[in-house]
């Protein structure tokens, strides 16, 4: 729960500071997360398809 409460106010602030932040460094910001996730997500993948071939 308390997690959840920390996580909800954490997306308040990034909201309220998005809000405020010019529209192509919100975009680019997107961006950037965006692609360090998918980088995230395929390394994931591929250890854990490693792992399991073991």
Request: overall charge positive; hydrophobic content about 70%; glycine content about 8%.
């Given at each position: 729960?308390?997690?959840?409460?920390?996580?909800?106010?954490?997306?308040?602030?990034?909201?309220?500071?998005?809000?405020?932040?010019?529209?192509?460094?919100?975009?680019?910001?997107?961006?950037?997360?965006?692609?360090?996730?998918?980088?995230?997500?395929?390394?994931?993948?591929l250890r854990r398809r490693g792992?399991?071939?073991?």
């Amino acid at each position: 729960m308390l997690f959840l409460v920390a996580a909800l106010l954490l997306f308040g602030v990034v909201l309220g500071t998005v809000a405020h932040a010019p529209l192509d460094f919100t975009v680019v910001a997107a961006v950037v997360i965006a692609v360090w996730l998918g980088v995230f997500a395929v390394r994931e993948r591929l250890r854990r398809r490693g792992t399991a071939a073991r």
